[in-house]
């Protein structure tokens, strides 16, 4: 059976894909000849689930980045505020925050944004292209060498794809655990904006002060999860998140995303560069080296391939 038949057969027939050790002999002969294998353990191997294992660590700050980084921040003339963090209620925070975004007009008529850029984890770089497009699609490749990971939200269904040299080589839906998180932050302008609803929760924690600048904290809880996003008090730009959870042995992390060198781009400012600490050591860096908005993406775009007809 050629290979687009068994993956025809596989996906049909909803049968398991084979084991690792078949599936590293059928997709990719030549697998000994490859320098690096924390991609190649991911593809052809069943992912871990904790946030800080070799592959799931970058698509999970993939995950924070566009739940909770991505460019919906402050326009060249928006106000800004006095630098004292004197509002009392989210909802007061909520309102500045859509004025420093240049109100609701200026983020709906934001229906997209794809950006470009590369991960570096573990001392190996990953080029990445990330997509949402409203209401709450979202698709992130993550490539490295020939190898590349891409995994979409068609509004519906999570999915996860995996190529060779431009050629897919295997697909397959998200199920449990791995769907759930995936599709946890697919709203387009992310859980602050869409505020609480079935199980997440949206409120003004506190005040903080680090140095001499004052900030918000939103905390965004959910049943496995708790997010505090800090938010500058002065430009209302988000200046980075702290995520605490258990790894999938019950020990908790801490995961802090931090946010700088914004960019303008199509009249909003992005942040083009994301670094992520787990329990205080720097693990990944994402650099956005473009961004553009409303590119014009089909939502067939989310949806997940296809084996070509008659393979």
């Known amino acids: 059976m050629c290979g687009w038949s068994r993956i025809q057969t596989f996906a049909a027939n909803k049968i398991p894909f084979p084991s690792a050790k078949s599936k590293r002999k059928f997709f990719c002969k030549n697998i000994e000849k ?68 240049g109100g609701k007009e200026n983020l709906e008529f934001v229906n997209s944004l794809r950006v470009f850029g590369t991960m570096e984890e ?13 209401p709450n699609r979202k698709r992130i490749a993550l490539r490295h060498l020939q190898n590349s990971l891409v995994m979409g939200f068609d509004g519906q269904r999570s999915w996860r794809a995996f190529e060779h040299h ?55 809880v959910r049943p496995d999860e708790r997010t505090e996003v800090f938010i500058d008090a002065r430009n209302f730009r988000e200046h980075k998140t702290v995520l605490f959870r258990n790894d999938e042995e019950g020990n908790p992390v801490r995961i ?14 992005v942040a083009m560069l994301v670094e992520r600490f787990v329990d205080g050591n720097l693990t990944t860096r994402i650099r956005l080296d473009r961004a553009e908005v409303n590119p014009g ?11 070509p007809e008659g393979s």
């Open 256 to 269: 802090e995303s931090r946010l700088s060198n914004y960019q303008q781009v199509g009249g909003i400012w």
């Open 122 to 134: 573990d001392g190996i770089i990953y080029d990445i292209v990330m997509v949402k497009k409203r």
């Open 297 to 307: 993406i089909f939502d067939s775009f989310f949806e997940m391939p296809s084996a």
């Open 166 to 220: 431009g050629m897919l080589v295997g697909f397959e839906l998200l199920e449990g655990i791995e769907a759930m998180r995936f599709e946890q932050d697919v709203e387009f302008d992310g859980p602050l904006l869409s505020g609480s609803r079935d199980g997440q929760e949206v409120r003004l924690a506190r005040t903080e002060r680090i140095g001499r600048v004052e900030f918000y904290v939103a905390e965004i």
């Open 34 to 101: 490859m320098r690096h294998w924390s991609i190649l353990q991911y593809m052809y191997s069943k992912p871990p689930t904790s946030p800080v294992s070799p592959f799931c660590g970058p698509i999970r700050a993939l995950f924070l980045f566009l739940a909770l980084a991505w460019p919906l921040s402050l326009p060249a003339q928006a106000p800004q505020g006095t630098g004292q963090a004197t509002l009392t209620t989210l909802e007061e925070v909520m309102e500045r925050y859509k004025e420093a975004n």
